[in-house]
């Protein structure tokens, strides 16, 4: 290990005895126990995830107070925003992670509303970049690419309005929802399903780095979300499928688009996690729904064709009859293809027997 590395673990070690100290000795006792629980769960030093105990003693801040709670979410926010170190930046996200699947009700919510005002980068880490050495400048493309699953984790939260990743989220609640939900609800969920997937994808190209214990461990995280992203968008296309010859072209193209931008994903997928998740019943639904959307889309089309064909005879009939007066006969003859063979215009002679 260089020297250099090895003074940043010292100064990152002394830093955190002192920041422990100073809110062990604060006079806000309310608040000073929690602000040492979460700088012990995301010290400095080895790269290691937080050990069980210490998620578990966060996790349990969520069954305190509202302003225990609230005290939580705010100084976990400031440790990672405040840090430009990778090892404190994923111990910060692992914790993040960990609220949003197994925290309370209560501590998902601050959570969420804490950051519900910053958009596609709710974290700010799209900048990050911790440049000490070889390994942690990879190490930052993890910590900006699990930031952006983590944000798009709670983006898909809000549209669906409620925590996929969560242990509260069945089958049959999700089943039961997505029954009484317009087509354009089930499309447009759908579509925030896929970008989180394809968001997935874009997991940096150094998946070497998979065999760091770490990463191996935030990646086996992402695999369990992406088997219940599996399961939503399962359920969405299911439905969807069912009410196809409902909906109008762009509502179809819009379906199409989805369920091929989800195909684009198989390989990256696969490389990923290792066919960990891979589902081929997923797949086969996806294959299979494809086809099918693509003969329903051709048959809207031809029947849009002959009814704009029905309203051009219709308009033409039509302008024949302003134009000429009443006093006589017409007589037509149309092709088979729907135009016009002949016209002729007969007036009718009425003899009378004097």
Not at 10 to 26: E, N, Q, R, V, Y
Not at 64 to 83: C, F, K, Q, Y
Not at 88 to 97: E, G, P, R, T, W
Not at 230 to 238: A, D, L, N, S, W
Request: proline residues 1%; hydrophobic residues 40%; glycine residues 4%.
């Amino acid at each position: 290990m260089g020297n250099r590395k090895k003074l940043r673990i010292l100064i990152g070690f002394m830093k955190d005895k002192a920041s422990i100290i100073k809110a062990t000795l604060s006079t806000k006792r309310n608040t000073s126990a929690i602000h040492r629980k979460i700088l012990q769960a995301t010290t400095h030093g080895e790269c290691a995830p937080p050990s069980d105990h210490r998620v578990t003693t966060i996790l349990s801040l969520g069954h305190g107070s509202h302003l225990a709670v609230r005290a939580s979410i705010e100084t976990l926010m400031d440790r990672l925003r405040a840090t430009h170190d990778a090892t404190v930046a994923l111990k910060s996200l692992f914790i993040i992670h960990n609220i949003l699947s197994k925290g309370s009700f209560i501590l998902q919510q601050q959570l969420s509303i804490y950051l519900s005002c910053g958009g596609y980068n709710s974290l700010n880490l799209s900048n990050f970049r911790d440049d000490l050495d070889p390994e942690t400048w990879e190490l930052s493309s993890w910590v900006r690419w699990y930031a952006n699953i983590l944000e798009q984790t709670l983006m898909v939260t809000r549209v669906l309005e409620y925590c996929f990743s969560s242990s509260s989220s069945s089958t049959k609640k999700v089943e039961d929802k997505e029954k009484v939900l317009s087509s354009s609800d089930l499309l447009n969920e759908t579509d925030i399903l896929v970008q989180y997937v394809a968001q997935i994808c874009n997991a940096p190209d150094s998946l070497h780095l998979q065999s760091h214990r770490f990463v191996y461990e935030v990646i086996r995280l992402v695999s369990e979300d992406y088997r219940l992203i599996q399961r939503e968008i399962f359920i969405r296309v299911t439905k969807t499928g069912e009410r196809m010859r409902s909906l109008n072209i762009v509502e179809l193209t819009q379906f199409q688009s989805s369920l091929n931008k989800f195909e684009d994903c198989k390989q990256r997928l696969g490389l990923l996690f290792a066919n960990r998740v891979k589902n081929d019943g997923l797949w086969d639904l996806i294959s299979e729904t494809k086809s099918k959307v693509l003969v329903v889309i051709n048959e809207k089309k031809e029947e849009e064709r002959l009814a704009k064909i029905k309203r051009n005879e219709s308009t033409e009939l039509t302008r024949f009859r302003e134009r000429f007066p009443q006093s006589g006969q017409m007589f037509w003859f149309t092709s088979t293809g729907g135009g016009w063979l002949a016209l002729d215009w007969v007036s009718l002679t009425v003899s009378t027997v004097g």
